[in-house]
């Protein structure tokens, strides 16, 4: 398994600005992935987050809204730009060790857009 | 496009009572499958994958789940649940190809009532 802790827990911020989260594991991993779920609602993947490249985006996430960066094999970032209401979500950070196809997941951050 | 669906949305169980959640996804090839649980103010954690072999899959806390691919189901259960096992239950699958990206249902609501 990983320990995985995300920066930060929780923000409120204003509509128009943007927030930059980071995501930290205790070891390298293989994949990390960032995810969303938004109130009531099930996880959906934003994108992989690829280790020294541009990340790849799932449909309907582009990389204006949501640019990630991964300098290395054990952080990354997710920034939510320009935010509206809409992206007041949980974002959790998810990560993939070694060969194993089992994934683990952050704790999570809660953002609140006002 | 591959989805997962959970039936039910929200559960209420006396303690004791026996527990099965449903999964069903939609996707003619090889899965991997999983199940998370959220308790409340934690995040989530892996509670049972099946990748391969023997179909009957045993997770922690006494609980386990069954692929049966014929029905495209991966069905959680739990012979007698207790009040601690209040929480929300996630299945996800992993489509051949998808590079460990997951797909996750719903989600169920379980509440145990003492």
């Known amino acids: 398994s990983a320990v995985i802790s995300q920066k930060p827990s929780r923000d409120i911020c204003q509509r128009g600005t943007s927030l930059t989260i980071q995501c930290q594991v205790d070891?390298?991993?293989?994949?990390m992935f960032w995810y969303r779920q938004q109130p009531g609602q099930s996880l959906t993947l934003i994108a992989t987050a690829n280790q020294g490249s541009e990340a790849t985006y799932e449909s309907g996430f582009v990389i204006d809204k949501f640019p990630i960066s991964r300098p290395n094999l054990t952080f990354s970032t997710l920034t939510v730009s320009n935010m509206s209401p809409e992206d007041s979500s949980i974002y959790l950070c998810?990560?993939?060790?070694?060969?194993?196809?089992?994934?683990?997941f952050g704790p999570g951050t809660r953002l609140t857009v006002t | 496009a591959q989805s997962v669906s959970q039936h039910n949305h929200h559960v209420i169980l006396s303690e004791a009572a026996s527990l099965e959640l449903g999964c069903n996804y939609s996707?003619?090839?090889?899965?991997?499958l999983f199940w998370y649980v959220q308790y409340p103010g934690q995040h989530l954690q892996l509670l049972l994958k099946?990748?391969?072999?023997?179909?009957l899959v045993k997770g922690i806390k006494g609980f386990e789940a069954e692929f049966i691919k014929s029905k495209f189901s991966f069905n959680l259960r739990k012979p007698s649940v207790q009040w601690s096992d209040t929480a929300e239950y996630f299945c996800?699958?992993?489509?051949?190809?998808?590079?460990?990206?997951?797909?996750f249902g719903t989600g169920t609501q379980l509440k145990v009532e003492l």
């Open positions: 099946y990748f391969s072999g023997d179909p």
């Open positions: 996800a699958v992993g489509f051949t190809g998808g590079g460990n990206k997951l797909t």
């Open positions: 996707y003619g090839g090889t899965v991997n």
């Open positions: 070891s390298q991993v293989t994949m």
């Open positions: 998810s990560v993939v060790t070694g060969q194993s196809h089992e994934q683990y």
